[in-house]
């Protein structure tokens, strides 16, 4: 028997991934989605909605307050695209030379305005919903500026959730982990200083490249001699920049380094050895090193008792069979932000199909699975009703 909430969205499904198409034609770059939060903003007040416009610039606010009800409730969603160009080859590919929606944010937008449009219209609820929608996600750091400006100030949540759809995970099942689910992550620059010179009088030079290729190479022993084998750690250097010509030794070097932990104290342990590692070798070949953390964001924890919510609403709306816990993964989110503000929350997975040819994000063929729009819509106005009750 169809769940009531599933059977009265499915009169709209179609509307509703209509709207996700248009927004995947118009993408926009984080802290750029200006098209994008004008249109969410002004369809929740076309709805009802009291909505609050420019929190880190786009974010966008929508409240919903219904009787006298004291709980509050918020549920988060991100509108950011990628830098990068799409070849889905799909009738609503992106307009935006050079960016488009490869990490399903269009789809997480859809998926809250399509709850925001029947919470609004039946109002089965008693309480203060409040309907977030984050710029800059992809920056992974989007979401600590909204709380920089006051979002839970503002707008106090009892609880906070978020969604992510993963292609790879059986289509529309949910997938919940307690505790560390994603990694930390932080960006560091390495600066390498050295003495530039001729390629063919090495001696009268330090060489800064060598001084950096060195530097990669002992960086690795963090996870192999630093870290317990039980903690999972990444240390990537993806960059290293090192001027063009094939006879001249450079005297600066830029190393550019992700780094993932799934736990806080290990986080600091390895930063730490970065630095430690890095100055030291430079010294060792009498060049300096200076580091710089461009930006990081937390590892991202959910809370039990939240995911039992969870995990009941998806029970009573789709049956037992509907749920699976996942492993954690070094990904990063910057949810974790609100919930280490916010621990009264989580953050869980809608699987997005797991068929061989099925794109992962970040993949220039990947597109959205508007299968799982009316999946998430129902979730997320199955919370609400289940716990701003009246």
């Not at 909430?5 to 248009?22: D, G, K």
């Not at 009316?374 to 289940?386: K, M, N, R, S, V």
């Amino acid at each position: 028997m169809t769940h009531p909430i599933v059977e009265a969205l499915q009169s709209q499904e179609a509307e509703f991934i209509a709207l996700r198409h248009r927004f995947h034609q118009q993408p926009e770059i984080g802290f750029q989605e200006h098209k994008t939060s004008a249109e969410v903003a002004k369809l929740l007040s076309s709805w009802g909605y009291e909505v609050d416009y420019g929190l880190a610039g786009t974010g966008v606010v929508g409240t919903l307050k219904v009787g006298n009800g004291g709980k509050t409730l918020g549920l988060r969603a991100d509108m950011d695209a990628l830098p990068m160009q799409e070849r889905s080859g799909k009738a609503w590919a992106s307009e935006t030379d050079g960016c488009f929606h490869g990490c399903g944010h269009d789809g997480h937008t859809t998926t809250l305005l399509y709850a925001a449009e029947y919470l609004a219209r039946t109002r089965q609820f008693n309480g203060t919903l409040h309907l977030i929608f984050q710029p800059a996600e992809e920056l992974l750091y989007g979401g600590r500026v909204m709380l920089e400006d006051g979002l839970f100030n503002k707008f106090p949540c009892d609880h906070i959730f978020g969604l992510h759809n993963m292609p790879g995970q059986k289509l529309g099942k949910i997938g919940l982990r307690d505790g560390a689910m994603m990694a930390s992550s932080d960006t560091l620059h390495i600066e390498v200083q050295g003495v530039g010179g001729h390629g063919a009088v090495p001696e009268h030079t330090v060489d800064a490249t060598v001084v950096a290729c060195h530097i990669t190479l002992a960086l690795q022993t963090i996870v192999s001699r630093n870290i317990s084998p039980f903690d999972p750690v990444v240390v990537t250097v993806g960059s290293i920049q090192a001027g063009h010509a094939p006879n001249i030794i450079n005297d600066k070097v830029l190393m550019k380094l992700t780094v993932r932990t799934l736990n806080e104290q290990v986080r600091k342990t390895v930063l730490q050895r970065i630095h430690d590692i890095a100055v030291a070798q430079a010294e060792s070949f009498n060049a300096t090193a200076t580091l710089t953390h461009v930006n990081g964001s937390p590892v991202l924890k959910n809370d039990p008792q939240a995911n039992q919510m969870v995990r009941d609403v998806a029970t009573s709306l789709f049956g037992a069979e509907s749920i699976g816990t996942v492993n954690p993964f070094m990904g990063s989110e910057d949810f974790a932000f609100m919930l280490e503000q916010n621990p009264n929350g989580a953050y869980f997975t809608i699987g997005a199909g797991d068929e061989p040819d099925r794109c992962m994000v970040h993949n220039p063929g990947y597109d959205f699975n508007d299968n799982i729009l009316l999946t998430g819509a129902a979730l997320w106005c199955g919370l609400t009703e289940h716990y701003l009750r009246g």
